[in-house]
C-alpha cells in the first residue's frame, strides 16, 4: 500500500501546484528538503515514509508549475484575439474530426503571416480549425488555414478553454479557409493506424445500416460523430454512455468481460493475459490517442488486480499508473475521463470480489456450493461488477452531467450481456468486411440483432417515467461528502474485528432496520430530485377559484405569483413542489389585489416562510390587508413595485414588471427565447399598455386573466398577442360559465390548457424549446 499512498500525495500536490502559487524552485526545494530529512531518519521507518510522502506532495506540485510554464512570445496564443486575419501553416496532427457542420483539425503550426501575402515568421503551438464539413483532409496533412484566430471561450457551466488546454491547445479558429498543400508529413506507423480505422469506418457503414452503423462505429472505432441525438440522449438517460465513449470506465467493464470470456477457455492466468492482448489491439483499433490509452491502462490494471489475486497489489498498480499518467501531463488529472477511469478502476479493485462474495453466499442457502458458484459467474459479470464500478463512479457522474440514471442498474445488465457479441460479432465482420466485403456480409447479419438489441432496448428504458432526473448544479461538497462515507465504511469493514470501533448494541427487528433504510433512501431521492435542472418550469397550480402560479428558477429560486381562494389547496400544491428540507418561497408577486387571489395565501404563510413580497397595487382589501400585516410581523421584505421593474432569477432568467394597474399588474417572464405573460391584474387600461409594450407574436405563453372573461380578454389582444400555448385558471362548473366561448374562439386551434380540465400545468423551458406537463388529460384528448 506503500506506492497507493505516494500515489495518492503525488496528485495532491498537483492540485496543491494549482491552487498554491509558488515558483517551482520553491517547490522543488521543498521537495529536496523534505527528501534529505528522509535519508537523514531513514532508520525509523515510519518517519522515512512520512518525509517520503511529503516530498512526492512537493514534488507534484512542481511537476504541475513546470507544466504551465508562461506562453513565450513565438507561441500561437499570442496571435489570439488580434482582429486581424492570419495565414497559419501547418501539420494536421490527429484523424480529422466529422461534425454535420464542419470537420475539426487539430494543427502543429509551424509558420504564421498576416492576411495572405505578409511575411512569414516561425510560431509554434496547436491550434483547433473549424474547416468546412466536405473537405478532403487526412492525418499527415500539411495545410494552411486563412482566418482568424480566437481564444476558446469560458461557457457558463464548462470550460471549454481548460477543456482544449489540457490537450496543449489555446487558439481555435472558425471559418477558416482550408488548402492542402502536401500528404504524408506525419508519423508512418500513426498513419498506417489512422488509416486503418478510416476504412473500418467506410466498412462498418457497407455492412450495416444506421443506427446499427453509427453505434457500432463508436463502439468498435471510438467514432461516435455519427450517433444521432436522439440515441446518444438515450444512452445519457440510462447511463450506459460508457458503452459508446471510449473510457476507463468501458474498458474496465470490457477488461471484466474479456477475462470471464477468455478465462473459460484457457484458464485464469492465461485468460487475463489473453484479455490483456486483446484490450491493447482494441486500443489500437480505436486510434489509440491519448484518452483511450489512458483508459487502456486503467482497464489493464483491473485484469491485474484478477491475474495478482491481491488487492494490495492492484492499489499499487493504480497508483503507479497515476504517477505515470499524470507526470506525462499533469493537467490530465482534470479531465473527466480520467477522473471517471480512475474511480471506476478503483471500485473494481474494492468491491468487485466482495460482492461476488456476497451473491455467492446469499444463493448458498437454495443451492450448493457448485451451482452457487455457477450462478454467481455471471451475475458477478453483467450486474455485480457494473454495480461495483457505478458505486464509485455515482458522484462523478451526477456532478459532471447533472443527471441522475434511475434505470443504470437496470439497463446496464440487460445491455451488457449481448455486448461480447456485439463487439467479437461485429469486429469479426469489420475485420472480413476490410479485407473482402462479401466476407464480412454473414458476420455483420448475426452481429446485427445483437447491435439492434442495444439500441431498442436503451430507448424502451429511457421512455419509462423518471428514468433520468436532472440534478442542475450539485455541489463539489456533497461529492466529498460521499467519497469520505463510502471509503469511511470500507475501511472500517476491513479492520479485523478486535479493532473496530465498539458502539452499544441497540438490537432492532429487522423490519425496523429496512424501514429505517427505506426512510433514509426516500429523503436521499426526494433531496436528490429537489436539487434545480437548468431550466425555468412555470406551474400554474389547480386551487379552485383565482389564480395561483408558481416558478421554479433554473437556480433554485421559487417565485408564487397570487395564491387563489383556497389555502388548504395551495398549501398541499406547494408542499408537492418546494424543497422538502426548505420549504420556502423566495418572492411572493402579489399579480391581482382581488380577494379570489389572495385568501389561499393568508392561511398558508407560517407554513412556507416568504423572504421577500413585490407589491403591485394599493392594499385595499380586507385579505390583502391581512397578508401584509402577516408578512410584516414575521420579517418579510416588502418592496412596492416599479414600471420597468426586473427580478434577476439567475443563469438568465428574468421577471419583468411589464405594467401596473388599478387591480393588479401585467408580468413578462423572460428567459433566452422564451417570454411568458402573466396578466393576473388585466383592465382595459392595463390590456392598452400591454399591447403598446408588447410586439405581435412575441409571447411563448399567456395566462388568461379573470378565468379566461371576455372583458378581461379581448379577442383583438388575443391575436395581437397570438401565443404558442393559452393557460386558463378556472374553476370547475364555476356559476359564470367561464371561460367565455369567444375568448376560445379567438384563440382559434392554439393550444389551449385549463385547470378545470387539465389539473395543474407545468410549463418547463431551456430557453430554447418548451415541454408541457399536466395532472391528467381528458377523455376527449386522448387517442
Known sequence: MTLFWLGLSWLGGIVAGKWIILDIWQWLALAGSSLGAAILLRRRRSLLLAFVIVAFFYSGAARYQISVGEIDAGHLACFNDCGCTVTLTGVITAPPDVHD?????????????????????????????????????????????????ETPPVFETFSYREYLARQGIHSIMRNPSVCRLAAHQANPPLRLIYALRIKGLETIYSLFADPEASLLAGILLGMEQGISPEIQQAFNQTGTTHIIAISGFNITIIAGLFISLFGRWLGARRGAIAAGIAIGIYTLLVGADAAVVRAAIMGSISLLACLIGRQTYAFSALSAASIVMTTINPLVLWDVGFQLSFAATLGLILYAEPLEGWFTGLVENWLNSKQAAQLARPVSEFILFTLAAQITTLPLTAYYFRRLSLVSFIANPVILPAQPAVMILGGLATIAGMIWLPFGRPLAWLAWPF???????????????????????????????????????????????????????????????????????????????????????????????????????????????????????????????????????????????????????????????????????????????????????????????????????????????????????????????????LAPGADPALIKEISRKLQPGRITALILPDCGNLAANPPKWLRQLNPVVALISVQAGNSRGLPSPEVLDALGDRTILRTDLHGWIQLSTDGQNLWVEVERVPRSEER
Open 101 to 149: 457542420y464542419y470537420i475539426g483539425l487539430r494543427i502543429a503550426v509551424e509558420k504564421l503571416r498576416y492576411g495572405r501575402d505578409g511575411a512569414s515568421q516561425s510560431v509554434h503551438g496547436l491550434a483547433l480549425i473549424y474547416a468546412p464539413r466536405f473537405g478532403n483532409y487526412r492525418y499527415g496533412d500539411r495545410v494552411e488555414a486563412y482566418g482568424t484566430l
Open 451 to 677: 447491435v439492434s438489441f442495444t439500441i431498442r432496448a436503451v430507448s424502451i428504458l429511457a421512455q419509462l417515467p423518471a428514468a433520468s432526473i436532472p440534478l442542475g448544479n450539485l455541489a463539489l461538497i456533497w461529492v466529498g461528502g460521499f467519497y469520505l462515507i463510502l471509503f469511511g465504511i470500507t475501511a472500517l469493514t476491513k479492520l479485523p474485528p478486535e479493532k473496530r470501533l465498539r458502539l452499544p448494541a441497540i438490537k432492532l427487528p429487522a423490519g425496523v432496520g429496512l424501514l429505517l433504510l427505506a426512510i433514509l433512501c426516500a429523503l436521499v431521492w426526494r433531496h436528490a430530485i429537489d436539487q434545480p435542472d437548468g431550466q425555468l418550469h412555470l406551474t400554474l397550480l389547480d386551487v379552485g377559484g383565482g389564480e395561483s402560479v408558481l416558478i421554479e428558477s433554473p437556480t433554485g429560486r421559487y417565485l408564487l405569483v397570487g395564491g387563489g381562494s383556497s389555502p388548504i389547496r395551495l398549501s398541499e400544491a406547494l408542499g408537492q413542489r418546494l424543497p422538502l428540507f426548505r420549504p420556502q418561497i423566495d418572492w411572493w408577486v402579489v399579480g391581482a389585489t382581488y380577494d379570489t387571489d389572495l385568501a389561499g395565501i393568508a392561511g398558508i404563510t407560517q407554513r412556507f416562510p416568504i423572504k421577500k413580497v413585490l407589491l403591485t397595487g394599493p392594499p385595499g382589501t380586507g385579505a390583502y390587508r391581512h397578508v401584509l400585516n402577516q408578512l410584516s410581523e414575521s420579517g418579510s421584505g416588502i418592496i412596492a413595485a416599479q414600471p420597468g421593474q426586473i427580478l434577476d432569477l439567475g443563469d438568465g432568467a428574468r421577471l419583468e414588471v411589464l405594467a401596473l394597474g388599478e387591480s393588479g399588474s401585467a408580468l413578462l417572464l423572460h428567459y433566452n427565447r422564451a417570454h411568458l405573460l
